[in-house]
């Protein structure tokens, strides 16, 4: 009997601490249930924001501040890339819309344009102000809009509506047309015209740009750009019609045309004044560093060390007038050269390639590295070969 009661009451000492133990572990599990409730909480409510966040309804669309009612038009809005358009959207979804504005992207034909996010909130309709920005990249979905341009039509008859970066608003009850008119229809036709006729009077009256005059000014022989100032020795007059076609000046200024062809022409169908490839610019400066060579290895044969008489007399002599426009391009002064016929051929090649470029994708070609080594090498060979010409 003795002995139990010393066994029960050196337990009984125990019983504090096991009470203490049971507390910790209780305040730990309610602890633990506590911020599992509120994480919980907090995820229904990210939830919650979620389900809001995509149930944005969008009732129409329309071009801002036109005129006519926010009703959904059958045939379309006409609409241009710059002009502003307001999606109007319910108003139980201010709020929200509000808190999200800048994840929202204007969505057309199923594709979302990253570019285009809302400028303003209009309160009162409610509905959000995009513009329809246009940027000439060649990954954006603006392409789709300007690659293999209609140049009949311009315009594309298309759906538009709202989204984030990932999803779209979809609504299969709801489709919000418009016409999206990439240019206006009779301004190409205008520019063409101009352009041909611009180009027609180059070939009239400017061929004396593909004409080194310079290299008979230097003995003093005036050049004469009248039918009645014939070719004489005696008064040291040469007409320009007989002076031969420089294969320098022609290629610096088919690449000028056709650079300001390319830019001018994206300009007035995108309205977008784009500015040309680093390598458009290169084969500028090739073909300007080329003429440019050419010019001082032929002036030192001129060099005033005859004069005009002279110079007029041996121009006559050994028949250095111009036969055609290739022939004295092709022509080194004794027959055809191979050096030469490689360059014409690269340039007049690149050229063609550059403005289908730019009439078929709206796009300033960029020329690969082995393609300007190319015409780099052509053009130091033909200034090479030019040292040894007669």
Same mark, same amino acid.
């Not at 121009?315 to 007038?321: D, E, L, P, S, V």
């Given at each position: ?177 418009? !016409? =999206?008119?990439?240019? /206006? ?7 063409? &015209?101009?352009?041909? @006729? #611009? %180009?027609?009077? $180059? ?59 390319? !830019? =001018?022409?994206?300009? /007035? ?7 040309? &490839?680093?390598?458009? @610019? #290169? %084969?500028?400066? $090739? ?73 078929? &994708? ?29």
């Amino acid at each position: 009997m003795l002995f139990t009661t010393t066994i029960s009451m050196k337990y009984a000492r125990l019983i504090p601490y096991l009470i203490c133990l049971l507390g910790v572990f209780t305040g730990f599990t309610l602890q633990a249930k506590t911020a599992s409730d509120t994480t919980k909480t907090k995820v229904n409510s990210v939830k919650i924001d979620s389900n809001s966040h995509k149930g944005i309804r969008v009732i129409c669309i329309k071009k801002y501040r036109e005129d006519v009612g926010f009703e959904p038009n059958s045939e379309g809005i006409n609409l241009y890339p710059g002009d502003y358009i307001m999606v109007k959207i319910d108003r139980r979804d201010l709020d929200t819309v509000r808190r999200n504005m800048s994840r929202y992207r204007l969505w057309i034909d199923g594709i979302c344009f990253p570019n285009m996010s809302p400028h303003f909130i209009n309160e009162s309709e409610p509905a959000l102000i995009f513009q329809l920005e246009r940027d000439t990249a060649e990954s954006s979905p603006w392409q789709l809009m300007y690659s293999n341009p209609n140049y009949w039509s311009f315009h594309h008859r298309v759906n538009v509506n709202m989204g984030t970066l990932t999803r779209e608003y979809h609504n299969p009850d709801k489709k919000h047309q418009i !016409i =999206l008119y990439t240019s /206006i229809w009779w301004v190409p036709w205008v520019f063409y &015209t101009l352009f041909i @006729l #611009l %180009l027609f009077l $180059i070939i009239k009256y400017g061929r004396a740009f593909l004409k080194d005059t310079s290299l008979f000014s230097a003995n003093g022989v005036k050049i004469g750009y009248k039918a009645i100032d014939v070719t004489d020795a005696e008064k040291g007059v040469i007409n320009i019609k007989e002076i031969p076609y420089s294969l320098a000046r022609f290629q610096f200024l088919l690449w000028l045309i056709v650079i300001f062809f390319g !830019i =001018l022409h994206i300009w /007035i169908i995108t309205d977008v004044l784009t500015s040309p &490839t680093g390598s458009s @610019l #290169l %084969l500028l400066g $090739i073909s300007g560093g080329t003429f440019y060579l050419g010019k001082i290895i032929d002036t030192p044969a001129a060099g005033g060390t005859m004069t005009a008489t002279e110079a007029v007399t041996d121009f006559i002599t050994n028949n250095k007038q111009s036969k055609s426009l290739f022939f004295d391009m092709l022509n080194d002064g004794k027959s055809i050269s191979l050096h030469r016929l490689q360059l014409l051929l690269f340039t007049v090649f690149l050229s063609c390639y550059f403005v289908m470029e730019v009439v078929g &994708t709206l796009i300033m070609p960029q020329f690969d590295q082995t393609m300007l080594a190319l015409m780099g090498i052509s053009s130091t060979m033909y200034a090479g070969v030019k040292t040894t010409e007669a």
